[in-house]
């Protein structure tokens, strides 16, 4: 680990709470599996009399902006390729995102589909410093879902949201508390979180275009020139002073009543034992995550992306509600295998289990002659093996010679 690695996790202790946030999300899973456009500017929606609902950075180098009108962004990136909106895949992607997040704490407030904050304190112990475990989410939701984000590290609220801007693209930006006023100060004061246009544009007419103008002025004045209520927040938030906390929520995914996990390969692929390898890993994966959120689920769903980038899918229901990991494995690889696919090269494979279900209320009926103890028990043998001594400790053998091995 770099010295500057070392010195930013020793800082970081004091700061238990993080921002995540996807990194022009809609544009990245709109472009993750098109190598065409990954050098291209491109926007998402806008189309027509439409607003831009994302465009990513190589567009926004050209004042491309999201809300823009799709005829202005078009006028100033004439170049851009503009694709419609997938919502069905962008709350897939949220779903898995969030999830990831859960696996590092309870304490995970959704606010958008791209965008949360975590309270990390509990989980020091088991996954390092707040600026350790920001770098490990970071590089699980790259490989997991192949887009990037960004997080601020902070001891507030309000400065983890504001550090988290300071580390886009693709970044890790940790401000500790004794360094809060230095970051904070020279900031224009519509950086501050909740300070919109109209309230800018009055604290610039009032002389205050900083945030260390806002925190020099005497809380008096400034309750008279912007009413008590806004001058005490405002105050607050100048000296990095934020009484909000972390309350676990989960905002838009809430619908999805489901946990799934997919994976690109490398290079496309017709070889059906690494394509059944992959999907009892997701299948590990997925399973893994509802045990912890205590969950169950009954129907198993397949998505297949092929070369030229046609996307299937497949679903099973089950008897019974489920979270072992052999039996979403075998119900996936039945879906494949009924594919009857020959030569045909895959991209990409992903693992679904719907309708989930609190798992205290699957009330498993044992058949004459079925073992007491069986796949299950194992699952959660090897859960707390890899809660103990991480998620290498124990795995499937057959994907020791797998990927990841």
């Excluded at 950075?57 to 419609?84: D, E, F, I, N």
């Excluded at 401000?175 to 900031?187: I, K, M, R, S, Y």
């Excluded at 059944?276 to 299948?283: K, N």
């Amino acid at each position: 680990m770099s010295r500057r690695r070392v010195d930013l996790a020793a800082v970081s202790w004091d700061c238990p709470i993080l921002h995540v946030d996807m990194d022009a999300f809609y544009a990245s899973v709109s472009t993750r599996d098109r190598p065409d456009l990954q050098d291209v500017p491109v926007i998402v929606g806008g189309g027509h009399r439409g607003v831009v609902l994302s465009a990513n950075y190589l567009a926004r180098k050209y004042g491309v902006r999201s809300a823009m009108p799709g005829t202005r962004a078009r006028r100033l990136c004439p170049q851009a390729v503009v694709l419609p909106p997938d919502f069905d895949t962008y709350a897939q992607v949220s779903s898995a995102v969030m999830e990831a997040f859960r696996q590092v704490t309870p304490l995970v407030e959704a606010i958008s589909l791209d965008e949360a904050f975590l309270d990390v304190s509990g989980a020091g112990r088991r996954m390092g410093s707040p600026y350790d475990i920001a770098e490990r989410l970071r590089a699980t939701i790259v490989d997991e879902q192949g887009i990037t984000c960004s997080v601020g590290v902070a001891a507030t609220v309000s400065v983890a949201k504001m550090a988290g801007r300071r580390a886009k693209p693709d970044g890790v930006h940790v401000v500790p508390p004794g360094e809060v006023t230095t970051f904070l100060h020279p900031l224009g004061v519509e950086e501050l979180w909740g300070v919109g246009e109209k309230t800018a544009a009055m604290l610039h007419r009032l002389g205050l275009p900083t945030v260390g103008d806002i925190a020099h002025t005497p809380l008096v004045t400034l309750q008279r020139v912007v009413g008590p209520s806004l001058g005490t927040h405002l105050h607050e938030l100048a000296w990095g002073c934020d009484r909000r906390v972390v309350t676990a929520r989960r905002g838009h995914d809430e619908p999805d009543k489901s946990m799934g996990a997919d994976e690109t390969f490398g290079r496309d692929t017709d070889d059906h034992e690494v394509i059944r390898r992959e999907l009892l890993r997701l299948s590990a994966k997925v399973t893994a995550r509802m045990r912890t959120a205590r969950m169950a689920g009954r129907t198993v769903t397949l998505r297949v992306r092929f070369a030229d980038f046609t996307t299937i899918t497949r679903s099973r229901t089950l008897p019974e509600a489920t979270d072992v990991t052999q039996e979403v494995y075998h119900t996936a690889v039945a879906l494949f295998t009924a594919l009857g696919l020959q030569r045909a090269r895959v991209r990409l494979v992903g693992v679904r289990v719907e309708g989930l279900v609190p798992r205290v209320s699957v009330h498993h009926q044992l058949v004459l002659g079925e073992r007491e103890h069986g796949w299950s028990d194992a699952d959660r043998a090897v859960d707390r093996a890899t809660s103990r001594f991480g998620s290498t400790a124990v795995r499937p053998a057959a994907l020791i010679r797998g990927r990841g091995a």
